[in-house]
């Protein structure tokens, strides 16, 4: 329960503002992020990675004001689509310091990130490296490219979050030489710039020997493309992936070992090899996001199966938290509202969807005395909650509010009935 503190009747706050005055002005559910905890986040990335760049991935959770945030503390911003880079330049975000990414970004993506000036753009496919080259002549930009390698490393993560073994569609291989064909053909075309290399081994990674053997690899084909072609590359990017505690238990790397690990490793390949260090950019999104975000729910009805277990039903679910039912993540959650003496009883806290896969906890314990109209909160929603919510069953998406100081104001407004309808003819 990062910066939350019990009060005396046992009621939970985040950032100062206390669960059931945020319930009862805002309503349940609620998605509430501590904005200097996101933001003290950012400036221990920045900090650790000082002479290179972080670039939040706004995948994790990006809304205009948090665009503004991340802004402010002088950090970059990775897009994947040109709907995370609208809402970046909606509010004046500078497009030199974006990334766009994407393994199937459309031609109108990419037109749009050459005409604004997008700081760089990672290719990720053939086709893409010849329509990077087209829209350069037509907008008479040199776009600054860099190539998304697979380097081959097994990340020990969710199969579906795992993105750098050899079998799964982002990126040019390493092994099997896509890679270099794609330096040879960038470097082909002079109306390209080619900055340097990126990868982005998998998320939710608490091991950092990948990490360390990504920049390594990439670290040794930034020297072959220097003995190839006679060019070196100024940039290399890690991604992102790291990794965060969600239950006890749970370990997450210490940001700046890893950033001096990874610096050590690159210099030592540049160095050895008579090169300037590239500088290194890092892409985290959930280890920023993560645990500035707490999500409150109201307990609806309980359900005591004999024998087995309480269901706990709360007014939310799989649309506005899909990661229980999508990867079997685990979460803490705990009463919120008050404190309780009552022994603990074993509970499932599901929603209020029509499946049975719709749970946000699958196994916790919870105070047998717990009612209805009781407040829940779960921990570490700040990240690919908000982001990966949607509206099955006609939900509508909860508000985010942000506090800090105990007070608090809405950054993205509760869905209503009329937006459910948008668009319907
Ligand atoms: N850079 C690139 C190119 C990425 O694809 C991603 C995440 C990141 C950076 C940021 O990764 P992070 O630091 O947040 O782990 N929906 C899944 C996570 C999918 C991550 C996709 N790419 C989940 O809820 O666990």
Not at 133 to 149: E, Q, S
Not at 307 to 316: E, F, H, I, M, W
Not at 342 to 360: I, T, W
Not at 408 to 415: A, C, N
Request: some cysteine.
């Amino acid at each position: 329960w990062p910066r939350t503190s019990s009060r005396a009747d046992g009621s939970i706050t985040i950032g100062g503002a206390d669960v059931r005055d945020l319930v009862a002005e805002h309503g349940s559910p609620l998605y509430v992020v501590d904005e200097e905890d996101f933001r003290s986040r950012c400036r221990d990335y920045a900090s650790a990675f000082s002479g290179g760049e972080v670039h939040y991935a706004g995948k994790a959770f990006l809304c205009r004001e948090v665009a503004r945030w991340i802004m402010q503390e002088g950090l970059g911003l990775d897009v994947c689509s040109a709907g995370e880079l609208a809402v970046a330049l909606s509010v004046g975000f500078p497009p030199e310091r974006i990334t766009m990414h994407g393994n199937n970004k459309s031609l109108a993506e990419l037109e749009k990130a050459v005409e604004v000036g997008i700081g760089h753009i990672v290719a990720d496919s053939f086709e893409e490296i010849a329509r990077l080259g087209f829209l350069a002549d037509k907008h008479g930009r040199r776009p600054k490219v860099m190539i998304r390698v697979t380097v081959g490393v097994e990340a020990h993560t969710h199969e579906f979050i795992a993105t750098a073994h050899d079998d799964q569609k982002f990126g040019f291989s390493l092994s099997g030489g896509a890679a270099a064909e794609a330096a040879r053909r960038i470097l082909a075309l002079p109306q390209l710039e080619l900055v340097g290399l990126h990868s982005h081994i998998g998320s939710q990674i608490t091991d950092t020997a990948g990490f360390e053997v990504a920049a390594a690899r990439l670290a040794t084909l930034l020297v072959k493309i220097k003995d190839e072609h006679g060019v070196v590359l100024p940039e290399l990017d890690l991604g992102g992936g790291y990794g965060i505690p969600y239950v006890e238990g749970d370990t997450a790397p210490d940001v700046k070992e890893i950033a001096d690990n990874l610096r050590e490793i690159v210099s030592k390949v540049a160095r050895g090899a008579g090169l300037p260090v590239p500088k290194l950019t890092v892409e985290p999104g959930r280890a920023i996001a993560g645990l500035a975000g707490v999500t409150l729910y109201e307990v609806g009805t309980i359900k005591d199966v004999e024998g087995l277990r309480t269901y706990v039903s709360v007014d939310g679910g799989m649309s506005d938290n899909i990661r229980t039912a999508l990867y079997g993540a685990e979460y803490t959650a705990r009463l919120a509202s008050r404190e309780s003496a009552s022994a603990p009883m074993l509970s499932r806290l599901v929603g209020k969807h029509c499946e049975s896969g719709d749970m946000v906890v699958r196994d916790l314990w919870l105070p047998a005395d717990l009612a209805t109209g009781d407040l829940i909160a779960v921990a570490g929603t700040g990240a690919y909650c908000r982001s990966l919510a949607n509206n099955y069953n006609y939900l509508p998406k909860p508000a985010v509010v942000a506090v800090r100081d105990g007070v608090s104001r809405v950054i993205v407004r509760r869905e209503t009935e009329d937006d459910l309808l948008r668009g319907q003819l």
